[in-house]
């Protein structure tokens, strides 16, 4: 079981204070709402299940994983390269490029400032979120649970901003999505990339579709 110190730590490296601006990558989700494939409390719900479940969620779940039990900085490598070819577009590849630069700058500064070998300075989100978690001793499956949550949380929160959906609307919806986010990290954290695999295919053209779109308020 995760110890006290460690739920804190996680809680830290996931809370919405933590600067890696996750705040301004809607995933996708600002052109999915623009053009109405996504309005309504439920369908924000359905939009983000699916993507945690068949999308960037289930594949992030397993590069974290993979990054955890990886045995050297070098595999660290090769599995962050593999992540980078995986995003299915130019905005889905900036957002974990970023994302990851922020994290392991902020942690490196943080928790692995006496380590000399460290995080790398650049990594992708959840290629630095497991090499990171692995330094600092996190318990993994908790970690993954914790990073799917975040996403989600993320997902609602720019939900809120782009439609009338209320808090108690917005809580409820994180609410139903625990279960999902606790069943992913029991299935990824062994971390196998040979189950990689991505069917959200209306998320995926959502994200492509951004690149262009004339009037936006998130970078993703």
């Not at 289930?58 to 390269?81: E, G, K, M, R």
């Not at 590849?93 to 400032?113: H, N, P, Y």
């Not at 929160?157 to 994180?174: D, H």
Request: include cysteine; glycine fraction near 6%; aromatic fraction near 10%.
């Amino acid at each position: 079981m995760p110890t006290d110190a460690q739920l804190l730590t996680l809680a830290q490296w996931f809370s919405p204070g933590y600067p890696v601006g996750a705040f301004s990558y809607s995933h996708g989700l600002e052109w999915a709402m623009t053009f109405a494939a996504v309005s309504t409390a439920p369908e924000l719900q359905n939009w983000i299940a699916t993507v945690l479940r068949d999308g960037s969620g289930w594949s992030d779940a397993l590069f974290l994983a993979a990054a955890y039990h990886a045995p050297n900085t070098d595999a660290v490598t090769q599995i962050d390269a593999q992540c980078r070819a995986y995003a299915p577009s130019l905005e889905r590849l900036r957002e974990t490029d970023l994302q990851g630069a922020a994290f392991c700058q902020i942690t490196r500064s943080v928790w692995l400032k006496t380590d000399q070998n460290g995080i790398p300075a650049k990594l992708t989100y959840p290629v630095a979120v497991g090499f990171a978690a692995i330094c600092c001793s996190m318990p993994l499956q908790a970690t993954i649970a914790l990073y799917l949550q975040a996403f989600a949380a993320n997902l609602i929160a720019a939900g809120q901003r782009l439609a009338p959906i209320g808090q108690s609307e917005a809580q409820a919806c994180l609410n139903a999505l625990a279960p999902l986010c606790q069943d992913i990290a029991e299935q990824t954290n062994e971390g196998d990339l040979g189950q990689l695999s991505s069917t959200s295919f209306l998320a995926d053209i959502a994200a492509m579709k951004h690149e262009t779109q004339h009037s936006r308020i998130f970078r993703t």
